[in-house]
């Protein structure tokens, strides 16, 4: 391929870390291309009120935000295209990024990963029909749309302890429901969880359906205990799951340091690094790098830092 059709910024995610990575390399003239993956617009594109990022004080739904991030970074010169990375050899620069079968590979100076961490669902029709609709995965985005509500968190780790006792803030009643007998989340948690006083805890069970999807709001839970199978309906208003996000990382699996989950470790919120040492022209931004806050603002927050520190790296190492 001749110097000249490789590019100078790929951005691996339409997500809101993407996409305003987007909106800053395409300002900087560096005609950027955003890879889509298999979630165009990210976890936005899933959820329906977004009341918490900044600038809309009456909120914004989560797909018109993305559309809105998608038409500010197009205006400004960045293309968009339905691909998803499936390899890329971070040992060999200018990086060649393979998109599988029957797509030309492209190449690029340098790589924005902003390919997010997706969150753990059941994978019931019912439940999947309901997100933004009383099923969320996050507890700190849509914790308020429960006030008042009975509620059910899915999971015994720490994240769905955490979960519980922050939604306590606003539920009426909150019932941690569990697969298994024993609850895996440290004792420290735990205790806390149990101590309070309008969390219950529904241990070995299971949930084979949420009720509701006709009216588009969840009614209630269909369970079945795993134990002696006896079935039952638990009527709540709105679930959270509590079990974990996968992060988009393992084509980096051996290229990149990653934490013990998967997630990309970062110096400075977008550095990422190979044992230890900087990669050049590769920077993470967004869910990926951010196991702790995991909002559209931080994201949106890492996506600008690392667009600009890709137009730096251009500017010291020649485009
Ligand atoms: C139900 C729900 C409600 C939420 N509500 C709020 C809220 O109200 N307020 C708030 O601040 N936050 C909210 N969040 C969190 C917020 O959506 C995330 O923090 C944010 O989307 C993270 O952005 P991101 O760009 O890092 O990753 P994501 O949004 O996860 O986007 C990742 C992108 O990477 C792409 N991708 C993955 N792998 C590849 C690959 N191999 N090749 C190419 N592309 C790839 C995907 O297709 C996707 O486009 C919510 C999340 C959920 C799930």
């Not at 003239?29 to 009456?58: A, D, R």
Request: charged share 20%; hydrophobic share 40%; with cysteine.
């Amino acid at each position: 391929m001749p110097e000249n059709k490789t590019r100078d910024t790929v951005i691996l995610g339409s997500g809101c870390s993407g996409l305003t990575a987007a909106i800053y390399a395409a300002r900087a003239n560096l005609k950027p291309l955003v890879l889509e993956g298999h979630e165009p617009g990210g976890q936005l594109s899933i959820t329906t009120l977004v009341e918490n990022f900044p600038g809309w004080p009456n909120g914004i739904q989560g797909p018109e935000l993305i559309e809105n991030m998608k038409q500010q970074a197009t205006r400004f010169g960045a293309e968009l295209t339905m691909a998803h990375l499936v390899s890329v050899d971070l040992s060999r620069h200018p990086y060649v990024l393979n998109l599988g079968a029957n797509r030309e590979p492209i190449h690029t100076r340098t790589l924005i990963i902003a390919s997010g961490a997706s969150a753990r669902w059941l994978n019931l029709p019912s439940e999947q029909a309901l997100i933004g609709h009383g099923v969320s995965s996050c507890a700190t985005c849509d914790g308020f749309f429960s006030s008042g509500k009975d509620i059910a968190v899915i999971g015994g780790g720490d994240s769905a302890m955490e979960e519980a006792l922050f939604l306590t803030r606003f539920a009426r009643s909150v019932t941690l429901i569990n697969r298994t007998a024993n609850f895996r989340a440290s004792r420290i948690m735990l205790e806390r969880a149990m101590a309070h006083a309008s969390i219950k805890f529904l241990p070995s069970t299971v949930v084979e359906e949420v009720l509701g999807v006709e009216q588009k709001d969840v009614r209630g839970l269909k369970l079945r205990n795993t134990v002696t199978g006896e079935r039952s309906e638990l009527p709540v208003q709105f679930m959270f799951l509590g079990i974990g996000h996968i992060p988009n990382a393992k084509m980096f699996d051996g290229q990149l340091d990653l934490d013990p989950d998967g997630y990309i470790l970062t110096q400075g919120n977008v550095f990422p690094a190979h044992n230890g040492q900087p990669v050049p022209g590769v920077f993470a931004c967004g869910d990926i790098q951010d196991r702790r806050y995991r909002q559209a603002i931080t994201a949106a927050g890492t996506g600008c830092m690392a667009a600009l520190e890709v137009e730096k790296w251009l500017e010291e190492h020649g485009r």
